[in-house]
């Protein structure tokens, strides 16, 4: 009679490794005089080690309702108070790549970021240094775009961004600003500050697939850089001057009117692009206080006191 034990053979080898690790640990346990540890939990490994083993196991479950540092993204006609605004976020740090900011008394680099790489050297600095900045603001992102444009026909060797042909350009381009998104993710992450990225509003001519064209405002790039960063931002922010619409007596036209009164702008409509994912009013007055006071606390209600605007 012959009998088969090829069936048996994975089970008898995995009692008999259980049964020489069981010695080995009873054996340790014996020498020690102590009874052998059982593994530690991904959360006692997390709060040990700082970082969770299997952040993909049922074990590491975390509500999705968290404040994280924000990307913001800001926006808005000349003169509006865009950097006074972003100025107003906790403990900001300013890079400039325009020279805007001259009546505000805010931290920033001593020098404008003229090249990629200065963009860069700044928040590698920012990322590995020891600080308490909350919040940098980038100043601006369509003067930061020729810099962009300038280190992409650098190593293609163009003269122009157009010289690359069928719009190749735009796609190495993209590739640029990804790498700086990223960076600038990876100082949110590690340094826990909120990225408040500046943009000039242009109007331009919108053709959606379901009626006339019509004007609307965007961020004043290239279309694609302009999808890239709205995309990247969690909030896109449009301050503009609260108006109102007269009809002279005497002419019989229409005429915008207003006293500098600024309102921000948080949900798209068709004259503009908004966005966020928080409970904001989709228009937030805010007249012409310096402190901007009712955004932040808008915000600070919104996430239910996560953002304290400090």
């Not at 640029?176 to 500050?193: E, I, S, T």
Request: with cysteine; proline share 6%.
């Amino acid at each position: 009679m012959i009998i088969t034990l090829a069936p048996y053979m994975g089970a008898f080898l995995l009692t008999t490794m259980e049964s020489k690790t069981m010695s080995q640990a009873e054996q340790l346990s014996a020498q020690t005089g102590r009874a052998a540890k059982p593994p530690l939990s991904n959360k006692t490994f997390e709060d040990a080690f700082g970082f969770n083993p299997a952040p993909f196991s049922l074990e590491s479950l975390v509500s999705s309702k968290l404040f994280s540092p924000q990307k913001v993204v800001v926006y808005g006609v000349p003169g509006v108070g865009k950097t006074t605004f972003a100025a107003t976020w906790p403990k900001p740090i300013l890079l400039r790549t325009e020279d805007g900011a001259g009546a505000l008394d805010i931290p920033t680099f001593p020098q404008i970021a003229q090249t990629t790489e200065d963009l860069q050297e700044a928040i590698a600095a920012l990322t590995r240094g020891n600080h308490d900045f909350k919040t940098l603001i980038l100043d601006s992102l369509d003067w930061a775009e020729p810099l962009v444009w300038k280190r992409v026909c650098e190593q293609g060797q163009k003269e122009n961004i157009e010289d690359f042909g069928f719009g190749k350009g735009y796609v190495k381009v993209d590739d640029k600003w990804r790498g700086l998104q990223n960076m600038l993710d990876n100082l949110r992450q590690k340094c826990g500050m909120h990225i408040v990225c500046i943009a000039h509003a242009v109007p331009v001519t919108f053709d959606p697939p379901d009626s006339d064209s019509y004007q609307r405002y965007t961020l004043k790039m290239h279309k694609r850089a302009s999808a890239l960063w709205t995309e990247w931002a969690e909030m896109l922010l449009f301050i503009n001057y609260k108006s109102r619409i007269v009809e002279a007596k005497d002419s019989g036209k229409s005429k915008a009117k207003g006293t500098g009164e600024r309102v921000i702008y948080t949900q798209e409509r068709p004259a503009y692009q908004a966005k966020t994912r928080w409970p904001l009013q989709d228009e937030i007055y805010i007249g012409n206080d310096p402190t901007w006071a009712e955004f932040h606390k808008q915000l600070h209600d919104a996430s239910e006191g996560a953002y304290n605007g400090n």
